[in-house]
């Protein structure tokens, strides 16, 4: 009797991962983060130069069979320095928005689940942060505790923490108020267990889509640090680096200097929010 | 015959998910003639709501029409152009639904979307706010000037839905489309509701289809029904036929599934209808109803039936002349709970309160209830919306920390008002069904998991002894060893309410509160999982309080009954005497709300006035504001006394149990009436 | 060729043992005729006189700078690096201040664009036997934007300031056993004595532009400079606004030729490349100082004119002796062996740059000793020396520099060169100012690092880079060399005035400076001035100031 | 309603007493040591103790933070350790020039946002919708470098239409202010974009969905007419919240819009503080972003009850 009903309903869940391979903007942009993904594992494997290897004699040379993307100012293969960039930015982004996503969840559960004292000053403390907009909180941090891939990973995860915070705190108070909380605690479940075991696994899919998001904002933001100096310091290969570095190239007529860091740097985010809005739709429907 | 105003013909509609194209309705037939009401029932699913959509046009994105054609007063609704249906829409249908707070628009006054009405119709500007006015008068809106002035969120819901029908009325439509229009109001607002549209039939001539899951309320309203079932008509004929000789085994199975008049568990269990819905989209190679009808044979699951005529009804089976002799789907001889019969005294509940709040914004909504409960019995919980039934059951669970100065006492033991401070056994001795399994289930654990936590938090079981008592309970709740490793999602609604009742089983408790436990079922659904209660009961002798809004329902289930208004109990007693009075006027009044198939319909009690709020009550008998049967300045004044009618039935109220027998008496003589509309203008300016 | 014999003899009539040597070399072909004209100037010789000898000699005559074919009138807009601090006379080190400066005060003498000394303030100049006083007249007529003439007392208020202690003026790095504080004495109204310390040969070149501190200001100057901008110059200021930019408009009363342009505007910016941009956009006319490696672009644009001028700036990388990885002068000649000299001046420098030889004598100076062996890259020499200082498997050391020019590129070359020899760099690349810090031991990562790259502009003579940086009580040896041999050889080549003994103490100064290797001394870079096509008349120093009062659009 | 706005106003106070909290300790506790900061890690540690008292670090943290923000409240923000001379007149400035550029940013956006929302929802799943979604998206990650070094080569130095330099001639009018401007503006549009037209795109979807909606169209009006008065008006309510959220990026966020277009406003007033350790600036500058965020947010809140019947409702009630 239930076969028709089962089948039907679970066919709901494969329906998710369907229409995760089905949207088109949720597998571009996996192929795209995939791609960059590998090139940070194996980054170094697979140029065929050194991307810190100076060849001064030959520098500025435009694209060719034996430079695919041309060489920087100081000679250097730009193909092996945009494939490896992607390292140190897809190593800092993502550690950085894991800790978000890690310090952020556990605060917006705590405050949304015991509201109270605690939850006033920690959402003004969360304002007061989301007050200051993310790439000034690093400047701040960094100038103070100065510059290493370590601060910039904390000072990143720590700024992003409120707003995703605000987001789980906001899904936490409408899920504190359905019933099985009130099961659970007629079961004298303390308030771990109903925090971490009841609520967490339900608010897991709108912490994932923020997961996404504010891996595609932290990039943005390590990248600009980087630009004006405050991130990754050369010789990295480092994207917004080279862009910064070298942007005043192309009116020169060396295009080929900035416009693959930036292309790379492009479709990275991009790569991300077509990830971030497919999952958002699917999680959605 | 004379041109029917709206005329379906084979109409089918399906919605898009995915990659499929699930079929919603199917080659649905079906004349509406001038001035008639048609009344659509069918439970969730079955595609009345879209049906409803299909005649404006209006479905939503993924929806489609994949055959079949919607005729309204001789146009061809799908051929229109834009500009054609956009006048069709507002001349010559108008739609009321559910949920009228949703239906009006939040950021604009009522006025203005009241004449925005008429402006579509060319009524010049300075016309548009009198006619407004006019209309809501018609809709018995007692202060229509202040009313045009407020926002739709500032009013009640039953004024909501006067205002959303004086928007439908305005433009004098020929068909009228009245989709779920009370489902969500409370009992007594609904018969309002139910009246005006009854009252207003005779004025306005209009054709009306009028969709509902309640059989009694199409019944009351309806010259015709048409009885869906996954997305197909499988039965139609004159309203008196239909519910008084079902021809249809669908239709016979879900009339028996209601408790009828006077039924309770002790005349035995309810019938139910095995089996489920075919879900939407499904390939029908048969009968839609073949996998739960006890007639089916070969013939039903190879040949889809058409609809045949049988003498002024149509119905779509291949043996109609059978449905009347459809088997029982229940066998004699099922356990049913004893009553309870030695006294002992359960749980005791003294001068409770509960405030939220403080200072000058305190809101006391439940105030001074004393009760008790005896092993092995069901009490009632029976009132509206803000009556305070569900926070004097979370004050039972511990959920909400009563006010001090009440206590509740289990085996004669003072519980701890807050949860945390009461011992496991008192943790575990109540606990609670709740309204909607879909809140009530962890969704992402699986049933197993629910299940199995519960048995080893509150039964203390471990290990093999755990898996055995798992194996134990679910059987007892009539659920599979398959359902263990699904999720709720993957269950439908009548599963999860098993799931529910065997958590709260799970520690052998003696007081399990239901609140509202099949409200969000449909009817076939929910007359077995009454069922499932009342075998629970006798089989563990456990107490009930039950708490629901549908009477029916909780006489069925209970033994004494308690009727809250305004966070105080009014009238409680055994059950046979709360339903055969004499009863508090708020009691009476609910009682002849209710809408029953049976048509031995006693005479209304109409209750106007709103329903005043626990933040602001009445003075003297919160109920005097709206009370029919008020005899003057002493309601107003002072708390009316509880006095005793009959052993252990007691009655709220300054009248005299002797005179409100009386008079109750004389209104089911029919002689009351008049005296209820007498009442009305002087409490209806206090809205 | 031929030779006016008693022409040149009547000019050598009444000049100083060391100008008639400095003729005689020129003469007999020892010295060029760029060393000639240059040394000349600084003997105080006047270019028409220098001229006249080279006219004489048959070898040419002295380069004149035509005034252009410029419209006057015109707006000049110039792209430069925004003031680091307050603008102050006294204190200023950072080259956007000194442009500030140059715009609207006077040297005693010009190092101009061809490197020749040429009278400003002062219109002669001459020493005693020795080179220990220097006497210099002064010009009469000047007035100051604040309406008094200026005379010796302004002149001699000047150099106190600058040569006290107290003041801690920037100019001090010049001065210090050079010129005290009360050494500077008028003599009368236009004439002025500099008693020093001891001899200097190449004294004039301390009072000029090279010195770009030296402005004369008047000696009544309360200090607070932004509030009155006080100066003799072809321009006053019309405003100028912090981080943001200045303007200038044509001094009315200037003693000398008015200013052709009416106006000049500097826009001030954080970064070359976006200075690159606004010259491009044509929002600007002129980049006063175009790094060759981020400039590349204008190096091949043809809308763009880059005017190039040799010059003794250079980025040396210092590393300190008595640090522990790099106490044995082995390790550091090893180092140097790392480094591809040519690589740099090509790859680098875009050939605008000469190759350097581990010493500030750079080429350029017409006292650099020519034979002393240049050093090459030698990579296998370089492991057998980390050998035998018993550093085989190398060491891990810090490269502490600044966020400057090349300077980022140039210490990633390094790191990459001293690879194969087993050390390993760490780079660590700070905001310029961060990097100087307070410029004294304690307070400046410069001074403090182990190993670092500064940067020096241009000096018409190397004098302060033999002495400030190299000496042992050098304000600015951040190699903390001790070396007692060479703080002699260093005093002796300042006493010098004649060109030939100068170049025989360079020699030795040169060598000495091979083995210790304190200072690596990679290349000298040109001073690169982009202009627009149209821009004409505009006459930049290698120092890094711009003289504007001559250009014009064509 | 005026119980609503004392809360409203209570809350902001604490946010900004909270963030002061913080700038303080990120900037003066934090680095544990200011002058070590400033001096770097290999100067003496004599000259550091100097500087530190200098600075008044010596003292207890709790007089410290009392100091420092009683004359911060009285418009004193401290001496700049570059200029030596007080941090005040360069913060209201380079604020001054942040407003304009934000107010224009604005101007362009909020329009071309919510038309871009309004038209996507009205499309919603069809190729224009993905155009403006998924583009607004990827303009809203891009990071302002990439997009700003793009429009400089393009309008600067290619076609010269704009400058390139937003810094206008001395006293120019607002019309040659806003030449200047608009090219620095472009690419906090295109950051803006994406984020406010989504938000419209999702408000515009749910109150397209929405009963109300329902009602107005099967009244026979005009679509026209449904989406001005029905769903505009109730879609456009959540994105006046969503845009004050965004001040605090464009006051302050704009480093690299600001270095890359050498404009005088917070952003880069921070950046050369923060290049400089110029802690005072850097500390006043973040606090004046703090500030123009709370005043924005209250506005917008304010603005938002005001609208909104609802808010008034229940705080009425409340």
Redesign the interface.
């Given at each position: 009797m239930t076969d028709v009903d089962a089948s039907h309903r679970q066919r709901r869940i494969h329906e998710v991962f369907a229409a995760l391979f089905v949207s088109g903007s949720f597998v571009t942009g996996m192929t795209i983060v995939l791609f960059w993904a590998l090139c940070t594992v194996l980054g170094r494997h697979l140029v065929p130069y050194d991307p810190?290897?100076?060849d001064?004699?030959n520098?500025?040379a435009p694209p060719s069979a034996e430079h695919w993307f041309g060489t920087d100012?100081?000679?250097r293969d730009i193909f092996s320095r945009v494939i490896v960039g992607s390292r140190d930015i897809l190593t800092v982004a993502p550690l950085a928005t894991i800790l978000a996503t890690g310090v952020g969840t556990v605060l917006g559960l705590l405050t949304g689940y015991f509201r109270g004292v605690v939850d006033d000053v920690v959402s003004r403390f969360n304002e007061a942060m989301m007050a200051m907009p993310s790439v000034i909180v690093a400047l701040l941090a960094i100038v103070a505790l100065g510059t290493s891939e370590t601060t910039v990973i904390i000072v990143i995860g720590l700024s992003f923490a409120p707003v995703i915070a605000r987001t789980v705190r906001s899904t936490v108070l409408a899920e504190r108020e359905l019933d099985y909380i009130a099961a659970a605690k007629l079961r004298h479940e303390n308030s771990m267990h109903i925090m971490f075991v009841e609520i967490l696994p339900n608010i897991l899919p709108p912490i994932l889509v923020e997961f996404t998001v504010r891996l595609g904002y932290a990039i943005f933001a390590v990248a600009t640090l980087s630009f004006i100096?405050f991130g990754l310091?050369?010789?990295s290969p480092d994207w917004g680096l080279s862009i910064?570095?070298n942007?005043?190239?192309i009116?020169?007529?060396?295009w080929w200097a900035v416009v693959f860091d930036a292309l790379a740097i492009a479709s990275l985010v991009i790569g991300i929010n077509l990830v971030a809005d497919g999952l958002q739709g699917a999680l959605n429907d | 015959m004379t041109k029917p105003t709206l005329s379906l013909d084979r109409l089918s509609v399906g919605y898009r998910s995915g990659e499929r194209e699930h079929a919603v309705v199917r080659d649905v037939s079906l004349q509406i003639a001038p001035g008639e009401a048609y009344g659509l029932v069918g439970e969730s699913g079955c595609g009345k709501s879209t049906v409803a959509l299909t005649v404006v046009r209006y479905l939503p994105r993924n929806g489609k029409i994949t055959g079949g054609s919607v005729n309204l007063d001789g146009a061809d609704v799908m051929q229109l152009g834009p500009e054609a249906l956009r006048s069709l829409r507002a001349k010559k249908v108008s739609m009321v639904y559910q949920d009228p707070g949703k239906a009006l628009n939040p950021s604009l006054k009522v006025g203005r979307q009241l004449a925005e009405v008429f402006e579509v119709m060319g009524v010049p500007p300075a016309e548009r706010e009198p006619r407004a006015v006019e209309m809501l008068k018609k809709v018995r809106i007692a202060d229509p000037d202040s009313v045009m002035q407020r926002y739709p969120h500032q009013l009640s819901g039953g004024m909501q839905q006067r205002v959303a029908i004086a928007m439908a009325l305005a433009n004098d439509p020929t068909m009228l489309i009245l989709d779920e229009p009370t489902t969500g109001l409370d009992v007594t607002v609904e018969a309002e509701v139910l009246d005006l549209v009854a009252d207003l039939r005779n004025e306005i001539g209009a054709s009306i289809l009028f969709i509902s899951h309640n059989l009694a309320v199409v019944a009351k309203m309806c010259d015709r029904v048409g009885v869906l079932y996954a997305g197909m008509l499988v039965e139609e004929g004159p309203a008196r036929d239909i519910f008084g000789s079902p021809s249809h085994p669908y239709t016979v199975a879900l009339l028996r599934c209601m408790p009828h008049a006077g039924q309770t568990k002790t005349h035995g269990l309810l019938e139910s209808i095995p089996g489920f819905l075919p879900p939407p989209g499904a390939q029908l190679s048969g009968c839609p109803f073949v996998k739960r009808c006890p007639l089916a044979d070969g013939r039903c699951r190879a040949e889809i039936p058409e609809l045949q005529d049988c003498g002024g009804r149509l119905v779509r089976c291949h043996y109609p002349d059978r449905a009347a002799n459809l088997p029982p789907s229940i066998e004699a001889g099922d356990v049913l709970p004893k009553p309870p019969s030695e006294a002992a005294q359960i749980l005791r509940v003294s001068n409770l309160s509960k405030t939220y709040g403080q200072g000058n914004h305190a809101i006391r909504v439940v105030t001074d209830v004393s009760l008790s409960l005896q092993a092995g019995e069901t009490l009632g919980l029976v009132g509206e919306s803000g009556s305070g039934k569900t926070t004097l059951a979370r004050m039972l669970l511990g959920l909400v920390p009563p006010d001090p100065g009440g206590s509740i006492e289990l085996d004669g033991r003072p519980l701890a008002g807050s949860l945390e401070r009461r011992r496991e056994d008192e943790v575990k001795a109540v606990q609670i069904v709740f309204q909607n399994p879909d809140s009530a289930l962890n969704r992402s654990h699986s049933v197993a998991r629910i299940i199995g936590r519960a048995l080893r938090r509150l039964g203390g079981f471990r290990g093999t002894d755990l898996a055995k008592r798992l194996d134990n309970l679910v059987e007892a709740v009539r659920l599979s060893p398959r359902h263990l490793t699904l999720r709720p999602r993957q269950l439908s609604g009548g599963l999860k309410q098993r799931v529910a009742i065997a958590r709260s089983f799970a520690g052998d408790p003696r007081v399990v509160v239901c609140d509202e436990p099949t409200s969000a079922l449909d009817v076939s659904v929910q007359a077995a999982i009454l069922n499932l209660l009342t075998e629970l009961q006798a089989a563990r002798a456990v107490s009930y309080v039950f708490i629901s809004h549908d009477l029916g329902v909780v006489r069925y289930l209970s033994d004494r009954i308690a009727v809250l208004y305004l966070g105080r109990v009014m009238e409680m007693g055994p059950s046979e005497r709360v339903f055969g009075g004499p009863n508090h006027p708020y009691t009476e009044a609910l009682l002849s709300a209710v809408p029953s198939i049976g048509g031995t319909q006693t005479n209304r009690i109409r209750l106007t006035g709103e329903s005043p709020s626990a933040a602001n009550p009445p003075p003297g008998c919160v109920f005097q504001s709206r009370c029919p049967r008020k005899i003057g300045g002493i309601c107003e004044v002072s708390e009316p006394p509880v006095t005793e009618a009959e052993p252990g039935h007691f009655i709220r109220c300054h009248i005299s149990a002797k005179d409100l027998m009386r008079i109750q008496l004389q209104n089911k003589g029919g002689a009351s009436t008049r005296r209820s509309v007498q009442s009305a203008p002087s409490v209806a300016t206090l809205s | 060729m031929t030779r006016n014999a008693s022409w040149l003899d009547n000019l050598r009539a009444g000049l100083t043992p060391p100008e008639n040597h400095l003729i005689d070399g020129y003469v007999d072909g020892r010295v060029s005729r760029r060393e000639f004209l240059r040394h000349g100037s600084l003997l105080g010789l006047s270019l028409p006189f220098l001229g006249r000898v080279g006219l004489a000699t048959g070898l040419g005559a002295a380069p004149s700078v035509a005034r252009a074919a410029g419209q006057p009138g015109a707006t000049i807009r110039v792209a430069c690096t925004a003031p680091?601090?307050?603008i102050d006379p006294v204190l200023v080190g950072d080259y956007g201040a000194f442009l500030m400066l140059q715009q609207v005060g006077e040297f005693l003498c010009v190092d101009g664009p061809d490197l020749l000394l040429r009278p400003s303030l002062a219109t002669s100049w001459k020493s005693n036997e020795d080179g220990s006083v220097w006497t210099f007249t002064l010009r009469k007529g000047v007035k100051f934007h604040s309406g008094g003439e200026m005379r010796a007392d302004d002149v001699v208020a000047t150099m106190d300031r600058l040569a006290d202690p107290k003041n801690s003026s920037n100019a001090l790095s010049v001065f210090k056993g050079i010129l005290q504080s009360g050494a500077t004495r008028k003599v009368d109204d236009y004439t002025v004595e500099f008693h020093l310390n001891g001899p200097n040969g190449n004294f004039p070149y301390l009072v000029s532009s090279d010195n770009y501190n030296a402005i004369i200001l008047p000696a009544s100057y309360p200090g607070h400079y932004e509030t009155a901008w006080d100066g003799t110059g072809p321009f006053r200021l019309h405003?100028y606004t912090?981080?943001?930019?200045a303007s200038f408009i044509r001094n009315e009363e200037y003693w000398g030729r008015k200013s052709l342009p009416a106006r000049t505007e500097f826009?001030f910016?954080?970064?070359?490349?976006?200075q690159?941009?606004?010259l491009?956009?044509?929002?600007v006319d002129i980049i006063n100082k175009l790094p060759a490696?981020?400039g590349?672009?204008?190096l091949?644009?043809p809308s763009v004119n880059v005017m190039t001028i040799k010059s003794s700036a250079h980025q040396p990388v210092h590393m300190q002796c008595d640090s522990e990885v790099f106490k044995d002068p082995r390790v550091r000649q090893a180092v140097s062996l790392c480094l591809d000299r040519e690589?740099?001046k090509?790859?680098?420098m875009k050939d605008r740059a000469i190759i350097g030889n581990d010493s500030p004598l750079a080429s350029v100076y017409p006292s650099a000793d020519p034979s002393v062996p240049q050093r090459k890259q030698d990579i296998r020499k370089a492991r057998e020396l980390m050998k035998a200082a018993g550093k085989e498997n190398g060491f891990q050391v810090a490269l502490?520099t600044e966020?400057y020019l090349e300077i980022?590129?140039y210490?990633?070359?390094i790191?990459?060169w001293v690879k194969e020899i087993g050390i390993d760099l760490t780079?660590?690349?700070?905001?310029r100012?961060?990097f100087y810090?307070?410029a004294v031991?304690?307070?400046?990562?410069w001074r403090?690092?182990v190993m670092g790259i500064a940067d020096f502009g241009h000096r018409g003579v190397p004098n302060v880079f033999l002495t400030a940086i190299l000496t042992s009580d050098g304000s600015w040896n951040s190699a903390n060399l001790q070396n007692r041999e060479y703080d002699a050889l260093a005093k002796s080549y300042i006493g010098t005035l004649d060109l030939e003994s100068q170049r025989q103490v360079a020699g030795q100064i040169q060598r000495l400076l091979l083995e210790e290797t304190p200072v690596l001394y990679g290349y000298f870079f040109d001073h690169l001035t982009a202009m627009a096509k149209h821009i004409v008349g505009v006459q930049p120093t290698a120092m890094g100031q711009l003289f504007l009062q001559e250009a014009g659009k064509a | 309603m005026s119980r609503f706005l004392g809360r409203r106003f209570a809350f902001s106070l604490t946010t900004l007493f909270l963030l002061s909290l913080l700038v303080f300790f990120v900037g003066q506790v934090l680095p544990g040591n200011v002058g070590r900061t400033?001096?770097?890690?290999?100067?003496?540690q004599?000259?550091v103790d100097a500087l530190n008292r200098q600075f008044g670090l010596d003292r207890p943290i709790v007089e410290q933070y009392g100091t420092w923000i009683w004359h911060f409240l009285q418009g004193d923000m401290g001496q700049s350790y570059?200029?030596?001379?007080p941090v005040a007149p360069?913060i209201v400035q380079a604020l001054g020039n942040s407003l304009k550029l934000a107010l224009v940013a604005f101007m362009l956006v909020v329009p071309l946002g919510i038309l871009g929302g309004v038209l996507a929802a009205l499309n919603a799943d069809r190729p224009i919708d993905r155009v403006i979604s998924m583009g607004g998206l990827s303009a809203t990650v891009m990071p302002e470098f990439v997009s700003g070094v793009v429009l400089?080569?393009i309008f600067?130095?290619w076609l010269?239409w704009l400058?390139?330099?937003a810094?206008w001639p001395?006293g120019a009018g607002p019309l040659t202010q806003l030449y200047y401007v608009i090219l620095p503006a472009i690419p906090l549009v295109l950051v803006l974009f994406g984020y406010i037209a989504r938000m419209t795109r999702a408000s515009m979807i749910e109150a397209l969905d929405s009963d109300y909606t329902r009602t107005a169209v099967l009244k026979g009006l005009t679509w026209r007419r449904v989406i001005w008065r029905h769903v505009l008006r109730n879609a456009l309510l959540p994105t006046i919240t969503v845009i004050a959220s965004q001040t605090g990026y464009l006051i302050g966020g704009l480093i690299v819009v600001e270095?890359?277009f050498?404009y005088?406003g917070i952003g880069s007033l921070i950046f050369?503080a923060a290049?400089?350790?110029d802690f005072a600036m850097l500390e006043a500058g973040v606090l004046i972003i703090g500030i123009t965020y709370a005043v924005a947010t209250l506005l917008a809140d304010i603005l938002y009850s005001i609208l909104n019947p609802r808010i008034q409702m229940e705080t009425a009630n409340d």
């Open positions: 810190l290897a100076d001064i004699l520098a500025l100012q100081l000679g100096g310091q050369p010789p910064s570095t942007y005043s190239m009116s020169g007529g060396y | - | 680091e601090a307050e405003k912090r981080n943001v930019g826009t910016f954080a970064d070359i490349q976006p690159i941009l606004a491009q956009a044509g929002e490696l981020a590349v672009a204008l091949n644009d690589k740099l090509t790859g680098l502490t966020q980022p590129a210490a990633q070359l790191q990459r780079l660590d690349i700070m905001d100012n961060v810090g307070d031991r304690g307070k400046s990562p403090d690092s | 400033i001096l770097g890690p290999l100067a003496d004599e000259a570059i200029y030596g001379v360069f400089i080569m600067g130095v010269r400058p390139i330099s810094a001395e270095t890359l050498r005088q050369r290049k400089a350790k």
